[in-house]
């Protein structure tokens, strides 16, 4: 394989040396993606690593195989804030200090850039990728006046525009305060990915990026494993033989989702059909996404469907649901693609969607494959779900159009551009592994706590 490697006066990265950035490893579809991507590559014969800031979230077990596990270690904040003021020049400078006087604290995620700059010296990858606007900026910093030869990409997996407003307007997060930083970066890196022409679009626009240096790939879902035996594993009492029919939403319990729409939709439906919803997500360790999880229970209960709404929390397995499902509905009010439509699609189940910005438009073919509606209107929504209820679409026609968004295509499309060329294997060689199941790690207990061993590293988190 012929790779166009990087080089920085007489130093030179390792050609066959991936890396990913992730801030956690929580259960959302960034996070997703990238344990598809470090998967993928895994699978190609690369030396994956896989850095994360704090090892914490639902997918903490779901490491790929062959996939080397890296927790970088904090400095202190005021450390921290000298490494990004050193790091930024004068030229970022008054972007961080805008992000500072906004947030009116030191941003967590600089405490990890000396850690990344000690790795990027110490291994040298032939690329780092991130895929969420903290933990770019800080690989963007970290890897600034290092004579390190890596190629640095950023990935977008949401309207940058929509959270940047939504964070001014509400108060909550940094999005807004993060606007400038994410100028100075993103122009730094070597690249843009987005995840789909809308988010690429917007970041454009937002950023005042130059077209040619942003990516369109989409984001990689993998086809799940073939179901087992009817009646299985599966006992949910609303998916018997007989029952009314299950409407499915699945997500994290966030503003953003818009499951109150799709409970009001729901409520709608209820009055004319024996119906029954399903809203999987929410994570436990969260004090916001529990509290939203009771408004939307009290909701429920307002409108009178109380009985008939079911929020079972986060499933490590939502294909079942979804086989089982008559219509899955995305009701989010914006979204960056929208993995969930697609993992629908690959079951079979019929869908129907907000037309939010940006991915399900894309994804759907401008409603090809799935009704889409306007957002907020709780009465298109309720139409669309009876009608897809009255009039299903055939099953393998969604199957093919979700095997469209494969790992393989996914890994190919990165590997380009990472690369310049697409991988030697494919589609000749062995199939990409595209799961992501649980991965046994060696730990160490340290204080209370467990610790990384990263013995493949040759270096030793304790």
Known sequence: MSLQVKQVGSQQANPQRVAFLLDNLNGGGAERVVLSMASGFASLGYEVDLLVCELQGELCGSVPPGVNLVVLQPVGKLAGLAAAVRRA???????????LASARKIPRTFRYIRDISDYLQNTRPAVISSALGKSSISAILAASGLDVPTRVFVGVHIALSIRSEQSRKSGKGQAYSMVPMFRYSFARADGVIAASRGVAEDAISLLGLEPERVHVVYNPVAEPEPAGEPGGVFTHPWFRPGSPPVILGMGRLVEQKNFPLLIRAFAAVRRRVDARLVILGGDKSSADQMAHRQELQSLATELGVGEDVALPGYQRDPHTFLRAARVFVLSSSFEGFGNVLVEALLEGCPVVSTDCPSGPAEILENGRYGKLVPVDDVARLSEAILDTLASEPEPELLRERGREFSL???????????FGERPACLPDGPALSSSVKPNSYATRQANGSQRIIHSSLGRVTI
Request: aromatic share 28%; hydrophobic share 45%.
């Open 408 to 418: 393989e295509r996914a890994v190919e499309g990165y590997h380009r551009i990472f």
């Open 89 to 99: 020049g004068w030229r970022g400078f008054g972007g961080l200090l805008f992000w």
